[in-house]
């Protein structure tokens, strides 16, 4: 924004500077002067209103695009940790099966052996 204001204060005052000189060397009354004074910083004034308000519309148009894009990228970033927190419960209960399994094969394997130990006593 700093460098529109900057274009816009450097355009009224060029204007300005510009018809001031343009004025002050042509061959008029006066009152013609002054009159060609208010009507050139009339019209640089319009003209500075003008291209503000187009830089205006430009920062705005800026700052819709990028919430908008901000609120995808929030979006995708909430489906994210969404499967993540799926994948993590997913494997919790991976694991918590395979601990299951894995105590009933201990359990299995030490009552094979008590019946191994059993039989040869």
């Known amino acids: 924004m700093s460098k529109n ?4 204060s ?10 001031v000189i343009g ?13 060609d004074i208010a009507r050139k910083a009339d019209e640089i004034l319009a003209k500075a209103k003008e291209e503000y308000e187009l830089a205006v519309e430009k920062s705005k ?6 919430v908008e894009r901000l609120k995808a990228l929030e979006e995708k970033a909430k ?6 927190e799926d994948l993590a419960e997913r494997g919790k209960e991976s694991l918590q099966e395979g601990k299951t399994r894995l105590k009933k ?17």
């Open 61 to 66: 148009k800026a700052y819709d695009a990028t």
């Open 105 to 121: 094969a201990i359990e299995a394997g030490v009552d094979a052996f008590r019946e191994e130990q059993k039989k040869t006593v």
């Open 23 to 35: 004025i002050l060397y042509a061959p008029k009354s006066g009152k013609e002067t002054r009159e």
């Open 79 to 84: 489906e994210k940790v969404e499967e993540a």
């Open 5 to 8: 204001g900057d274009f816009i």
């Open 10 to 19: 450097g355009l009224i005052v060029g204007g300005l500077i510009g018809a």
